[in-house]
């Protein structure tokens, strides 16, 4: 059965340190992974997709197939960057996707 | 207004009232979903239309009732609800091919 999981509900660091968000799935086919991001009085949006490889506002995450992990990394947090972050996975035909719980990342000046 | 849209923003009912969900998108996208947000759990995916076909019934109950009568109109009917069904109700599309789902701002629904 597929599940997303996000261990951590709140991950709090100060501003200019570097942060990670845990994310580890399992899927019996070969999943696509996403996170997304919802900013206070914002509506839930992407933030980034694995099937493009890029990086977003400084944040990259990376497939790790052998883990089943796909954690989103940043060097040196902002304060903007505080909000709720949830990932997310597909299968390839994009028709159904599964949340993890999301993290609340709280970024202190 | 562009974006997915979502009516009303907060519904208050009781157990033994009908009342619908509304979601509109004029992006052009093929998809849209039924998500519940509950506090605390995991989005939960309720229902999925492809091309106005339901492709996903995530075990619902049939309490709630899904209706898509057009690509760009989503409708979740409700009736008979339970204290547990409150909770915030998402409507999302997806243009399938990118994989990105746009998300409305919800519909927060109170069961007393």
């Known amino acids: 059965a597929q599940r997303v999981t996000q261990p951590e509900k709140l991950l709090s660091v100060f501003k200019g340190a570097p942060v990670e968000l845990k994310c580890n799935y399992s899927?019996?086919?070969?999943?696509?992974l996403f996170w997304y991001v919802q900013y206070s009085r914002q509506r839930l949006q992407l933030l980034l997709r694995h099937i493009s490889r890029e990086s977003i506002k400084g944040f990259t995450a990376d497939l790790n197939k052998g883990e089943t992990s796909f954690h989103l990394k940043k060097p040196f947090a902002q304060e903007e960057d505080s909000a709720m972050y949830y990932c997310a996975l597909s299968g390839s035909n994009f028709n159904k996707f599964y949340f993890g719980s999301g993290t609340k990342l709280n970024v202190k000046p | 207004e562009t974006g997915v849209t979502q009516t009303p923003r907060h519904l208050v009912m009781g157990m033994t009232n009908k009342k619908s969900l509304k979601c509109e998108q004029h992006?052009?996208?093929?998809?849209m979903y039924w998500y519940k947000q509950s506090a605390k759990k995991p989005l939960e995916l309720m229902f999925v239309y492809n091309f106005k076909e339901q492709t996903e019934n995530n075990s619902v109950p049939s309490r709630f009732s899904p209706e898509c009568p057009n690509s760009s109109h989503l409708f979740l009917h409700l009736h008979t609800l339970q204290p547990e069904d409150s909770a915030l109700y998402l409507c999302?599309?997806?243009?399938?091919?990118?994989?990105?789902?746009?998300f409305g701002e919800g519909s927060r629904l109170t069961v007393l």
């Open positions: 992006l052009g996208h093929n998809a």
């Open positions: 899927y019996s086919g070969s999943p696509e």
């Open positions: 999302a599309s997806s243009p399938l091919a990118t994989g990105e789902l746009f």
